[in-house]
Every structure is written in C-alpha cells, then in structure tokens.
C-alpha cells in the first residue's frame, strides 16, 4: 500500500535535495569568487568548481555564481556565512553553518526549525566555543603507498592526528591549515575529502527515543533549509534507535 506515496515522496525529496545541493554550491563559489573571478589565479575559487562540477552543477549556474561574487551581478544580494548554535532535547548542542542572502529570512527560520523540536538557539559562540573543535579534515581511501613515506609527508604539514578506519584514512588538521595540508599530501594521494568540520569535545550518548526522535526531527529540518550548509552535534546514538526515529518521522511524511 506504501509503494505508489513512497515512489512519490522519494521523487519530491530528490528534487528538492539536487536545487539545494546546486543552491548549497553556488553560494560557495560566489563566496570565492571575492577574491576574484579567475579560477587559474584564485585556488579557492578553482577548488569551488571542482566540487560543484562532481555534482553535475549546470556551467551556467557556475558562471551566474561567479558574476555573482565578482561583483559583476550588479542586482545580486550578498552571499553571507554564518552560524547558529543551541541545544536539542536532553542537552545535545548543535552547530548549524548557513550560507544566505538574506539574514532577515535565515534568523526566524531557524528560531522556528529549533522550537519546533523542543530545542532552543543560543548566542553564536556560547557553544561552539566549549563543546566543539574546529579543525579541517581529510580522507581518502587506502592506497599503495607504504607508511613510512606517507608519515615522512605528514611531518611536513601542520596536521594534528591521523587514523585509519575501515580502508580510508582520516588527518586532522588546524581548520585554517587544511588547504596547505591538502596540497602537500595531494603529491601522494588521491583526496576524496577536505572540508572544515566542527567535532564534539564529548559527545552524550542519548538513549530515550523521544528526545532522539526530537533530535531527529531538528536535524530533518535543518536538512531542508535552504540556507543550512552543514549541521554538527554531540550525541552518539544506537543505531536501532536512529533508525525507529528515521522509520517514525518519514512515515509521517508520506502521510502529509
């Protein structure tokens, strides 16, 4: 009885997540293109690109986005990056980056997204600053490369950890020495990922459903923000209580 809504539904996210994932990269190359339209001359505006390019972003949305950052779309809001932070339900903090052009529509919005699941915003910074590191991270996956030359190539970075976990590598380095980092271990290694990242200091492990599945709905939410780039918190959670909250909010989704 499920299959005919499902198909549906799943048709309507899909849509709705490939214009954000556009939207999402659009804003990043406007973002980049400040500091200038030429991508041979601007590195974060090349590297801006080539991750758009990876999802088939259209080259005319590409272009807009750049006459956009340059300055040259006279008629164009600003692109702006902020961050959001507060609690969840049961004491889970979490830290919401956005990119918008429009701070007046971005701020009641996600007053409303925390409210809804219980949860509350608090100042930026009155958070983030205690409970999470902001550091940049890599990852790729293993390869035919011994380990004594790639720890030889880490000591030549600022890089502050590595592991390996299920046939990919993982450094940590400061957030503003990621680009650097990247560029020396990209001599050795293909780098699948590179983004800056907030990790919790001391993650909760939250095992009552109802604030799970608060949380759930909070971070459900986020995810269909338009203006929500990425979204961090400090719960760990068992994933047959994850997956009851996921089976629980859905349903009522097909259902609306």
């Known amino acids: 009885m499920w299959r005919g809504p499902t198909v549906a539904h ?110 509350n915003l608090w100042e930026t910074g009155s958070i983030s600053g205690f409970a999470f590191d902001f550091v940049g991270v890599l990852s790729w996956e293993l390869w035919d490369v011994t380990p004594d030359a790639f720890e030889e190539l880490l000591l030549e970075t600022n890089a502050r950890d ?36 907030y990790r919790p200091k001391s993650p909760i492990e939250l095992d009552d459903f109802d604030k799970v599945l608060k949380l759930y709905t909070l971070l459900s939410d986020l995810g269909d923000d338009e203006d929500v780039s990425s979204v961090a918190h400090t719960a760990t959670i068992a994933p047959d209580i994850w997956q009851r909250a996921h089976d629980m909010v859905e349903s009522q989704k097909f259902r609306t």
Not at 104 to 117: C, E, G, V, Y
Not at 167 to 194: C, K, Q, W
Request: no cysteine.
């Open 10 to 119: 799943q048709k309507e996210v899909n849509g709705k997540a490939r214009a954000k994932i556009f939207s999402l990269h659009a804003k990043l190359i406007a973002l980049a293109a400040r500091s200038g339209d030429d991508p041979s001359a601007n590195p974060a505006l090349f590297e801006a690109i080539a991750k758009a390019r990876k999802e088939n972003v259209p080259n005319d949305n590409i272009d807009r986005a750049i006459a956009r950052g340059s300055g040259k779309d006279k008629d164009a809001s600003e692109i702006v990056e902020m961050i959001y932070e507060g609690y969840s339900a049961g004491g889970v903090a979490v830290v919401v980056m956005v990119l918008t052009d429009n701070r007046n529509r971005t701020a009641p919005n996600m007053r409303h997204i925390f409210s809804r699941s219980g949860g």
């Open 162 to 197: 590595y592991t390996i976990n299920d046939g990919h590598f993982e450094v940590i380095t400061p957030a503003n020495e990621l680009m650097a980092t990247r560029n020396i271990l990209a001599s050795l290694v293909t780098i699948d990922y590179a983004e800056r990242e």
